[in-house]
């Protein structure tokens, strides 16, 4: 079932919760609502629900307006962060609960919600287990009932708050795959609601960003990790390095250095923000052209099979990182210089105005200090 999202609002007080939202969620795709806390992605999902009104706007189900619809008339299935289950029901009967609720003459059979009950049970593998009661069952097993109490009404939208918040990490990994797994089985369209960048990043078709009751992008996970529609996205997602730059009439300037780029063809003295990630940035150990620019190595971190470099600006003192694999730092570092080039004519700019709420780092360098046992990795 798609789900169209227009010009929706909603405030709590003189609090603006929505601003405007509009948004299409295709059939059958498992999108993710990400943002930081207060950004509105949960009360966006709660009006998906029917468990909020809004004051303006319109929702529709595969073409059909919901606005006015009840929850149940929504056909809709929702997952809590905290899971709400009934402490002293069972597992089957929590599980059960949604169907035993019915009025009677759409209530099915004994019979039926008993094979309908054992069936989700062995879907969310948790077969054997139907007598437990949940202070007997792991914060996974958990998860897993309230995902089978959803799944029981036979939902045409699931929508999940949070959906791992509670668990640790190896339990939201072990989830995160599996719940992918049920998704591209079952084929529900699923809206959940997210603030982990990696969660949404490797389970969701759609990533929803959303930023102060406003949506900034829509897109696949490769489409706004690799092509940011602006500063926010930029820094929200993952790590992200920032130059203060000049743009004017094709040619960028950064202190004394300064490279033809036909980004800034129109420009007139703008100032801009240049970003790039750690990972992309392409790195030497001689000068290679007019856009790269020297350097001094700070720090070195050893992250697994990365290794991260902690670099500073010979030109303006700015501070950024690098992410190299270990091989590639061990070619490189063969001799006890900190000296480097990075090459900087990749970096993506968006004029000042779009970046005030960024801040580029600088440090002294007379207070940096690095002994020669810090650079070998």
């Not at 227009?6 to 919760?17: E, L």
């Not at 062995?122 to 077969?127: A, E």
């Not at 079952?186 to 982990?196: E, G, R």
Request: charged residues 20%.
């Amino acid at each position: 079932m798609g789900i169209e999202i227009k010009q929706v609002s909603k405030s709590f007080g003189t609090f603006s919760a929505l601003d405007h939202i509009n948004l299409q969620i295709p059939s059958g795709e498992l999108v993710a609502l990400l943002g930081p806390s207060g950004s509105g992605k949960t009360t966006l999902l709660r009006l998906i629900a029917g468990l909020e009104q809004m004051e303006r706007g319109v929702i529709r189900f595969d073409g059909v307006d919901a606005t006015r619809k009840t929850v149940q008339e929504r056909r809709v299935g929702f997952v809590f962060q905290h899971y709400a289950l009934f402490r002293h029901m069972s597992v089957f009967d929590n599980i059960a609960f949604g169907l035993q609720v019915l009025p009677r003459g759409k209530r099915p059979s004994k019979d039926s919600i008993r094979t309908k009950i054992m069936e989700l049970l062995r879907l969310v593998q948790l077969n054997g287990l139907e007598s437990r009661f949940p202070s007997q069952l792991s914060g996974g097993q958990r998860q897993r009932v309230a995902l089978a109490r959803a799944l029981a009404i036979e939902p045409n939208v699931l929508l999940l708050d949070e959906p791992f918040g509670a668990l640790d990490a190896q339990v939201r990994q072990e989830l995160r795959r599996w719940l992918k797994q049920l998704h591209n089985t079952l084929k529900i369209t699923t809206v959940f609601v997210t603030h982990d960048q990696e969660e949404a990043l490797e389970m969701a078709d759609q990533v929803v960003i959303v930023n102060k009751g406003k949506i900034e992008q829509v897109g696949t996970p490769i489409e706004v990790y690799q092509s940011p529609s602006n500063p926010f996205v930029y820094s929200f997602l993952g790590r992200v390095n920032q130059f203060r730059v000049c743009g004017h009439e094709g040619t960028i300037h950064m202190g004394h250095l300064s490279w033809k780029s036909e980004e800034v063809l129109n420009w007139n003295h703008t100032e801009a923000i240049g970003y790039i990630r750690p990972h992309q940035m392409e790195l030497s150990r001689t000068s290679k052209g007019e856009s790269w620019a020297e350097a001094t190595l700070l720090h070195v971190s050893q992250l697994g099979p990365l290794v991260r470099l902690e670099c500073q600006l010979t030109v303006d003192g700015t501070l950024f990182e690098l992410e190299l694999n270990g091989e590639q730092y061990r070619e490189l570092w063969e001799d006890s210089s900190r000296q480097l080039y990075v090459n900087l004519k990749s970096i993506r700019l968006f004029p000042v105005k779009q970046s005030q709420h960024q801040s580029v780092k600088r440090v002294n360098m007379q207070s940096v200090s690095l002994t020669m046992s810090e650079i070998k990795v």
